[in-house]
């Protein structure tokens, strides 16, 4: 008689099953030695990707292959590599919903669960379901220890790759994840580990009292003939993820207590196991992104433990922003910064490679927030631009204001060139602020006096306002000849005699000169030579 397939794995699951469950009931041992709350010995490695911002190995078991001789070890275990990248805003993960709002995840972990792991072949693609799932498990249980984004402002990755499996890989994934993270610097608020439990139900049929028994750090063999998969995950103090499959009736709450205070008891094994943490490994390394953070009308830098601090307010995004962010592209462009990202509440985010060029730019953000003052006398200023009207003055870097043309000298200017040129250097003083903020500059206020003389009088020359000369009018009275009537009486009750005429001071002098030629021409006329010492009248 030929049985099918399927007939022939569902009778090979239930012996094999029995079997399992009869050997852990009467002699107290598991299918590799070990007793129901012994857990697999453990190693840990961290910092094995020398450009990573951080990585680390863990593995719970024995390896799969042993060192010299190529043969299979029953005893297999499970690993996890994981690195964790840091970076700014933009890296952060966006997700899709329902509203029109950008929903933005600073943290997520990948995870990653290739058929090389379990000795098979097969193609790699898109993240199945079971991958989603363990990946949101473990990062469920590492997301609750992380610092505040006030704190450690970055956007934090963690990739889990499972490079062997024999038990709960996602439980791996939150062992490897948090060594990871503390090569990578993170400071986190504590260590979290993560073990798998299972349960034997029904003990009486296998010679037992009928008490379930709980098993710590179970294999995928258990995993599968057990009737629980009871995965826990946290530090010393508490859990921050858990989950269960549940695969008969009847689990009570005393066994549920059971369960959860043996898994706290494999949660300070596992932790004090890992030698990583034992070693202290929380520190910054030179690789990491520098990230500058402004909230709260605060600057706050940190970086190897030094922190720096100004005020800044936030209706000053605009400036910082610039029209059509010019002005904050200008700013990467000129620093070589990575970004600098601004939110609605005032906060700002810088991020850069290197520590000179973050710098830089939080200098040029400093300018351009500051508040002046008018008065303030700013020296050694370069002229960044000269227009028809005046000069664009960088009072700080990043801060212009304008120097009118009337503002440059003392003395009437047809063009800007004619005193300054760009790349000069001048000292200006702030005379005003418009609406806008725009700042009104002048040179000329700073410039010596030169309307007094040594004595202190006023010269004739002085020139108090920067306008080209114009001719000042003069009022003079014109008098109309009289004129008579026909009995030769004079006519002044008709006519008005007098008219006042405004010309120019100008046309008055040389009219007035014209007159004196004409007046000295008559009297040389009207005088003959001097003939010994007198002179006589012509007729």
Not at 491 to 500: G, R, T, V
Request: glycine residues 8%; charged residues 25%; contains cysteine.
């Amino acid at each position: 008689m030929l049985f099918s397939e399927v007939d022939v794995k569902l009778v090979f699951k239930e012996v094999s099953s029995n079997f399992l469950r009869k050997r852990i009931v009467e002699d107290g041992r598991r299918s590799d030695g070990r007793t129901p709350t012994e857990i697999r010995p453990i190693n840990s490695q961290c910092g094995l990707l020398p450009r990573a911002h951080g990585s680390a190995l863990f593995t719970r078991g024995e390896t799969q292959l042993s060192h010299v001789k190529v043969s299979f070890n029953w005893q297999l275990g499970i690993n996890s590599l994981a690195v964790v990248t840091l970076g700014d805003k933009q890296m952060a993960q966006r997700i899709d919903n329902l509203v029109d709002t950008e929903e933005l995840k600073r943290f997520y972990l990948q995870y990653s669960f290739p058929p090389s792991c379990v000795g098979e072949v097969g193609r790699l693609g898109a993240p199945s379901r079971r991958e989603v799932g363990h990946g949101m498990l473990a990062e469920r249980a590492i997301e609750p220890v992380l610092p505040s984004e006030e704190d450690f402002p970055y956007t934090i990755r963690v990739e889990s790759t499972i490079t062997e499996s024999n038990g709960s890989s996602s439980m791996a994934s939150v062992c490897g994840g948090c060594l990871a993270l503390l090569d990578a610097g993170v400071p986190i608020k504590s260590s979290v580990a993560g073990i798998a439990m299972g349960m034997v139900m029904d003990t009486k049929e296998f010679g037992g009292d009928g008490t379930p028994l709980i098993l710590s750090d179970i294999t995928g063999s258990e995993d599968a003939s057990g009737d629980m998969d009871f995965k826990v995950a946290g530090d010393e103090n508490g859990i921050t993820a858990f989950q269960m499959d549940i695969k008969v009736e009847g689990i009570t709450l005393a066994v549920m207590q059971k369960a959860l205070i043996q898994a706290r008891n494999g949660r300070k094994h596992v932790l004090g196991e890992l030698h990583c943490l034992q070693s202290g490994m929380l520190y910054y390394v030179s690789r990491l992104p520098l990230v500058s953070t402004l909230f709260k009308n605060t600057f706050a830098f940190s970086v190897k433990g030094s922190s720096t601090s100004f005020q800044v307010k936030p209706d000053k995004l605009n400036i910082i922003i610039g029209t059509g962010g010019k002005k904050v592209k200008s700013i990467i462009e000129d620093t070589g910064v990575d970004s600098i990202d601004t939110e609605e509440n005032g906060l700002i985010k810088i991020t850069a490679k290197d520590l000179s060029s973050l710098e830089k730019s939080k200098a040029i953000i400093a300018n351009l927030t500051m508040v002046p003052t008018v008065g303030d006398i700013y020296r050694n200023c370069e002229i960044k631009s000269i227009a028809p009207y005046g000069a664009f003055v960088e009072i700080a870097p990043g801060r212009e204001g304008l120097c009118h043309i009337s503002e440059l000298s003392s003395t009437w200017l047809a063009n800007a060139e004619d005193v300054v040129k760009v790349g000069d250097r001048i000292d200006v003083k702030l005379i005003e602020i418009n609406q806008k903020g725009h700042l009104r500059l002048s040179r000329r206020a700073l410039l010596p006096d030169e309307d007094l003389d040594t004595s202190g009088k006023q010269t004739n020359n002085s020139m108090k306002e920067n306008i080209p000369p114009v001719d000042s009018p003069t009022t003079i009275t014109v008098k109309k000849p009289l004129r008579k009537d026909k009995a030769g009486r004079t006519a002044e009750k008709f006519e008005n005699p007098k008219k006042m005429i405004k010309v120019p001071l100008k046309v008055v002098t040389s009219a007035q000169e014209s007159m004196n030629d004409r007046s000295q021409e008559k009297l040389s006329k009207s005088v003959s030579p001097v003939k010994d010492g007198m002179s006589t009248k012509t007729s």
